[in-house]
């Protein structure tokens, strides 16, 4: 995020993202908002959650995937 921006602006991204979650089905939100809110690697979200690996990866995979379309389409 380039630092000339308002702050107001890093705002309004915060929130845009935040709402962008909420598109997520709740095992892909709470899998993503744990890899990147809660900086988790893969393996600890699998066992935090109890869902295997692979899951945890597509899940993260699949979850960036739309929350991009998402952001592509409010911008």
Same mark, same amino acid.
């Given at each position: ?20 979650? @909420?598109?997520?089905? *709740?095992?892909? %939100?709470?899998?993503?908002? =744990?890899?990147? /809110? ?16 692979? @899951?945890?990866?597509? *899940?993260?995979? %699949?979850?960036?995937?739309? =929350?991009?379309? /998402? ?5």
């Amino acid at each position: 995020v380039p630092e000339d921006r308002a702050p107001i602006d890093h705002l309004a991204d915060k929130l845009l993202v935040t709402e962008a979650l @909420t598109t997520l089905p *709740d095992r892909a %939100r709470q899998i993503v908002q =744990l890899a990147f /809110y809660e900086d988790l690697t893969h393996e600890q979200i699998a066992e935090q959650t109890n869902v295997p690996l692979g @899951t945890v990866k597509s *899940d993260i995979r %699949r979850g960036l995937a739309r =929350l991009r379309r /998402y952001l592509e389409a409010a911008a």
